[in-house]
C-alpha cells in the first residue's frame, strides 16, 4: 500500500516526519486515530525497506489490528515494558504541549501507553493547535455501573469548579452507545474552554465511576504539526 497520494498532505508530512525520528531496535508505542493510521502504514513501509527490527505495542485494538495487517508484529505493552517513544495523535494541543485526546475513543489505553514512554511524540495537523484547551469536547471514559450517577457527579464537578453549565453527552456510535476497547461508555463535555485543566483532571480523577479523561498534561514532549504543503513545524 503507497502512502502518498490519498492522505492528507498535513497528516501525512507530520506522519513521516516522526517516524524518522525511529530508530532500528527501539520499542514504540502506536497511537489511534486517523494520523496515527497514517504513522503506522509510513512506519510498516520504513520496517519493510530497511529491515528495521521494532517492538511495538498498540494503543487500540484498531491499531493493532491494521499494525499487523500490515506486518508489523504487535505485542502486549507488559511483554515489552518500557517503551523509548509513543507516537500519537491529538484532538488539540496548546502552546504548553497539553492535550485533549479521546477522539477516537482510545485515550484510556493511550495514556497508559504514554505513561510507559520515554517520550511522546504528537502528530497532528494545523487544525488541531489551539491557544487554550476545551473547545473539542473532553472525553470521559466511565463504567456502565452507575453510569447516570457518575454523569450527575460529573456536573456537579463542572459546577463546582465554576464551569457553568454545559452539556455532557453519552457518545454514539450510530443508533449504540459507543463502547471502549475496556468495555465501557464515553461521556464528552462540552466546555467550550478548560481555564484550568490541572484543576478539572483533579476533580473528575475523584470521581469514582470515571476511568479515565482525555487530558494530557506535561506528557507530550514534542509535537510535531505537519502543513498542507508538506512542511512540518515543531512545538
Ligand atoms: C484517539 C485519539 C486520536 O489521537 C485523536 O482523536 C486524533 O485523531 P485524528 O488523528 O483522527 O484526528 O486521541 O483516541
Not at 502504514?41 to 498498540?58: D, P
Request: proline share 4%.
Amino acid at each position: 500500500m503507497s502512502t502518498t497520494p490519498a492522505h492528507d498532505p498535513a497528516k501525512l508530512a507530520a506522519a513521516r516526519a516522526a517516524v524518522a525520528l525511529v530508530q532500528d531496535g527501539m520499542k514504540l508505542g502506536l497511537g489511534t486515530g486517523s494520523t496515527a493510521s497514517i504513522m503506522v502504514e509510513v512506519l510498516a513501509e520504513r520496517v519493510k525497506a530497511e529491515g528495521l527490527s521494532l517492538r511495538c505495542a498498540a494503543t487500540s485494538k484498531a491499531t493493532a489490528d491494521l499494525a499487523e495487517s500490515l506486518g508489523l508484529r504487535i505485542e502486549s505493552l507488559d511483554q515489552i515494558g518500557w517503551l523509548d517513544m509513543t507516537i500519537d495523535g491529538a484532538d488539540e494541543v496548546d502552546p504548553d504541549l497539553h492535550l485533549i485526546k479521546g477522539g477516537g475513543g482510545a485515550h484510556l489505553r493511550e495514556k497508559i501507553v504514554a505513561a510507559a514512554s520515554d517520550r511522546m511524540v504528537v502528530i497532528a495537523d494545523p487544525g488541531k493547535v489551539v491557544d487554550q484547551l476545551g473547545q473539542f469536547p473532553l472525553p470521559v471514559e466511565v463504567l456502565q455501573f452507575g453510569f447516570e450517577t457518575t454523569r450527575t457527579l460529573i456536573r456537579r464537578a463542572l459546577s463546582d469548579l465554576g464551569l457553568g453549565d454545559h452539556d455532557v453527552l453519552q457518545r454514539l456510535k450510530g443508533d449504540d452507545y459507543w463502547v471502549t476497547d475496556e468495555g465501557n461508555w464515553i461521556l464528552d463535555l462540552h466546555l467550550q474552554a478548560i481555564p484550568d485543566a490541572p484543576a478539572l483532571a483533579h476533580a473528575l480523577a475523584a470521581i469514582p465511576g470515571v476511568v479515565e479523561q482525555g487530558l494530557f498534561l506535561g506528557m507530550c514532549e514534542l509535537a510535531i504539526i505537519g502543513k498542507p504543503d508538506g512542511t512540518v513545524v515543531k512545538l
